[in-house]
């Protein structure tokens, strides 16, 4: 999917994997996830790739980016997607429903126990999606998040409690002003651009959504 190599782990590369085309949503193709693109040659490469959307452009996945994750994680050979969201502050690891389950075998398992702790202290989450089952991984364990439609994501929700408390996980439409709002709280590039007044009336609408939660 990716347009440049600048960045990547030596020796890392597309070649002959063309995972992230079956298992990421692609919403100016209005491509579901978890089906393949019909614009992708399997395990080859994509048909139309000087005119892909930007956001085929843009995504590197972990395997590509990350020097720590290891080359077991190639996406040809384990069917699964690293992806990296620093709105959402998340870690989503895209397992392809024909393989359902082939992140709980090792070495995958004992990774996603690892990151989930290191997660757990950066307030940062990691999701498992395989289709129409989410589950968040915390240092705790799991949390079933059922299904996540393609409208919806998954954002994080820091409880207090002793040691720092546990993070949330919690399914939102897309569309709802309130991603928005944590967006520009959460996220430091956005929070820098925004004006006091904007991050204080954001921080307001998140205070009164918990709250509501919470009732
Ligand atoms: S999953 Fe990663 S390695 Fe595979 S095609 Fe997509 S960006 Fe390239
Ligand atoms: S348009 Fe090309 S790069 Fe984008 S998902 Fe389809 S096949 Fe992959």
Redesign the pocket.
Known sequence: ??ETTTGYVAG???EG?????K?LRIEALDKPGFEWCPHCEIGVGCKIYEERPSECRI???G??TQSGIGNHW???NSRM?LALSTDTKSLTIFVDPDRVDAWRKEPFYSDIQSWARAAEKNKRRVIISQGSSVIAVTADGETDLGTVEDGQIIVGRRKRGPGGGDVEPIVVDRDDPIVDALRLVKDPESARQASPDQLAEAKRRIAEWLSRRDT
């Open positions: 999917m990716s890392r590369s597309c994997c063309t995972m992230c085309c298992l995504f590197h996945c395997y590509l190639k996406p040809a997607v």
